[in-house]
């Protein structure tokens, strides 16, 4: 049974970095074609893709961020990571992670809410 | 970046009817595989946003039959028929031919 579970800070303060992490069981992210991928959601609005890695460590960003993110893994621990440096107000929303394999995003978590706020 | 675009915001249908939901893309979405790499995703309340179609038309493993996709280059529809109450939800496409990979805005199915 594949299952992704997100964890964050809950809230933060503008300018901060902010760090995701996705936990994840029923796949391993060092078999060939898996990937994991992050996406958030402001409330009340659409989904917005932010990032990608596969399981030979190769990585996609949503250049609309800005050379803001960084994804990493651990694929001992069954683990994947995004980063988001100098956050501001807009960064708020549900962040996913979802398991991707060649051309969809077939299993999602349920999300993690994140609020910047001064 | 390849941009998606869902026309409807809402449709308002009843239980028991067909609808079907548009998603066009500013380019073709048809890869060297000869496969659409264009996918359908349905966010309820409460549960997990799931998949239901990817390359255009293969449902996804549990996905019930009433929910059909089509489509190719840059237009595609996902269809469902004899909707369910389970049904009314949001429902988003999504392109993974290039990257940035992009949704669709989204299409609620609402109940008249």
């Known amino acids: 049974q594949v299952t992704l579970k997100e964890s964050g800070p809950g809230i933060l303060q503008p300018s901060q970095t902010l760090s995701l992490t996705c936990s994840f069981s029923g796949f391993s992210l060092s078999t060939s074609g898996i990937c994991v991928s992050w996406i958030r959601q402001p409330s009340g609005k659409g989904l917005e893709w932010l990032a990608t890695?596969?399981?030979?460590?190769?990585?996609g960003y949503n250049p609309s961020l800005k050379n803001r993110l960084t994804i990493s893994k651990d694929t001992s621990n069954n683990q994947a990571f995004l980063k988001i440096t100098s956050v501001d107000t807009a960064d708020t929303a549900i962040y996913y992670c979802a398991r991707m394999r060649p051309g969809r995003l077939d299993y999602w978590g349920q999300g993690v809410m994140v609020t910047v706020s001064s | 970046q390849i941009m998606l675009t869902q026309q409807a915001e809402s449709l308002w249908i009843s239980p028991g009817e067909r609808v079907s939901i548009t998603c066009r893309a500013s380019q073709s979405l048809l890869y060297t595989d000869g496969k659409h790499y264009l996918s359908w995703y349905q966010q309820r309340p409460g549960q997990t946003t799931k998949a239901l179609i990817y390359?255009?038309?293969v449902r996804t493993d549990g996905v019930p039959t009433r929910f059909i996709g089509s489509g190719s280059g840059t237009e595609f529809t996902l269809s469902i028929e004899h909707v369910q109450p389970e049904d009314f939800a949001i429902y988003y496409c999504l392109q993974t031919l290039k990257s940035p990979f992009t949704f669709g805005s989204g299409t609620k199915l609402e109940i008249k």
């Open positions: 890695i596969c399981w030979e460590d190769s990585k």
């Open positions: 390359h255009a038309s």
